[in-house]
């Protein structure tokens, strides 16, 4: 795809800005988003190559319409950062994801992170309480429960991030989730009233848009999808996919009725792993952050 598309407006040799087709880059203190590129590919356990994902994303932003079929996100300014440094060990690294999201948050703008594993979320989180936030609860889209207090003996493993989160005192709610071990399923128990979940077995053949948050969840939501999430019909571009995911429109919606209920204050795409000669991913990918983009954008409006 690169091969073809003259890209004229870059943050970093080969990283287009998003939407640069459309938009140009504004100042960082005048975006809603900040889009932060992430490729962090360390402790994949099965197919690689979601370090490729954030450039794949940002190459095929290009080929979006800035209205999303209901309103135009990029109304609001979307600033895309260079991407996160990838030299150092996974503490470094994670620490400079934190540096990111704070930035953002500082000015004034929502993180928006394409990764890389779903290790990524965990640096973001620890951004988000450095720039001050403290009060918010966690929503993760994802096949995988990623309690496990480490795996193959990495406790910054990408199926231990939720556990490093849990273990911060943030209360999660897990939808999607379809596979798990015995470990999951008793940190579950052993943290009732801080880990909720409705799981694939629930979500999928009940057809269940919407769900109803705790009324003691936070004021504050971080959203974590991890691309695995969806059924692999939709997105089988990632490294660990599982049949009987959420369909499109399904997670668009459950996006929509968490944005109802608390306000957003970042989200991200996580474990995004292009196949080559399949762009139609790569698309779908980058149209699922502009539509959670909208998503926020209407319900702002909406709170407003
Ligand atoms: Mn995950």
């Known amino acids: 795809m690169s091969d073809q598309i003259e890209f004229d407006q870059l943050v970093a040799p080969d ?14 203190d005048e975006a809603a988003f900040h889009v932060i590129p992430v490729p962090y590919e360390e402790s994949v356990s099965y197919g690689g190559g ?6 794949a994303i940002l190459e095929a932003s290009w080929q979006l319409e800035t209205w999303d079929g209901v309103s135009t996100p990029s109304d609001l300014g979307i600033y895309t950062q260079p991407p996160v440094d990838m030299e150092g060990e996974a503490a470094t690294i994670i620490d400079r994801i934190a540096e990111s999201t704070r930035f953002a948050a500082e000015q004034g703008a929502m993180p928006v992170a394409l990764g890389g594993e779903h290790t990524v979320t965990y640096g973001v989180i620890k951004g988000l309480l450095s720039a001050g936030e403290s009060d918010f609860g966690v929503v993760q889209i994802d096949a995988h429960a990623d309690l496990r207090d480490a795996y193959e003996g990495n406790p ?17 709610y897990q939808l999607g989730i379809r596979a798990f071990c015995h470990e999951e399923v008793a940190c579950r128990e052993t943290h009732q009233g801080q880990i909720y979940h409705q799981d694939a077995n629930q979500l999928v053949p009940h057809n269940i848009q919407q769900i109803e948050l705790p009324e003691s969840f936070p004021s504050k939501v971080f959203f974590t999808v991890d691309i695995d999430g969806l059924d692999p019909s939709v997105f089988p571009s990632t490294g660990t996919p599982v049949p009987g995911g959420l369909g499109w ?7 929509d009725s968490v944005a109802r209920q608390r306000q957003i204050i970042g989200f991200d795409l996580m474990e995004h792993a292009p196949i080559a000669g399949f762009h139609a991913y790569d698309f779908a990918a980058s149209m699922l952050v502009y539509k959670l983009m909208g998503i926020v954008q209407r319900n702002r409006q909406r709170n407003s």
């Open 15 to 28: 990283y287009p800005v998003f939407l640069g087709s459309e938009i140009q880059q504004p100042a960082p």
């Open 156 to 172: 910054l493993s990408h199926a231990s991030v939720m556990k490093r989160i849990v273990d911060l005192g943030i209360p999660l």
């Open 50 to 55: 979601t370090a490729q994902g954030p450039r």
């Open 249 to 255: 429109y399904q997670t668009l919606s459950l996006f």
